[in-house]
């Protein structure tokens, strides 16, 4: 009996800064992707151990995280506000240069681009297909096991 590990997915997002985030959004979004069979990698619960007083700290930090993206098999990046958390699109930067899969969660109406054809700044968009990037794209929790999208056809390949 062959048994297949789950796929690794670097969860970029702000929610970790806020306690009402974390015990909602967070949690909603890290279970969800969870049910699917990913293993989601969460930096605030990975990396959050480093113990802010002393020095360098954010350094570390930092690091890894980038070791984390690194070592992902894809990323998941929530890419909420008007410009997204500068964070998140580091970490999205990095993901796209290392060519992993990249999944975009924005559940944020507002536009944020010169471009008709997206609603983001064209440079979010790179790690995507340019035709089709729709199936990257999630405006919400509920579409995310949609077996027509990307995420869930990713998954579900050995």
Known sequence: MSTTTPKTL???NPYGFSKQQRRGPLQELVAALESMGAEVWEPFARNNQIDQISPNWAYRVGQADL???READGLFAVVN???PDEGVMVELGMAIAWEKPVFLFRDDFRRCS???AYPL???VFTGLPENGWEANWYPSIEELANPDKALARWLSQG
């Open 67 to 69: 070791r984390d993206v």
């Open 10 to 12: 670097y969860l970029a």
């Open 114 to 116: 010169d471009s008709e």
């Open 121 to 123: 700044n064209l440079m």
């Open 81 to 83: 506000g008007c410009p």
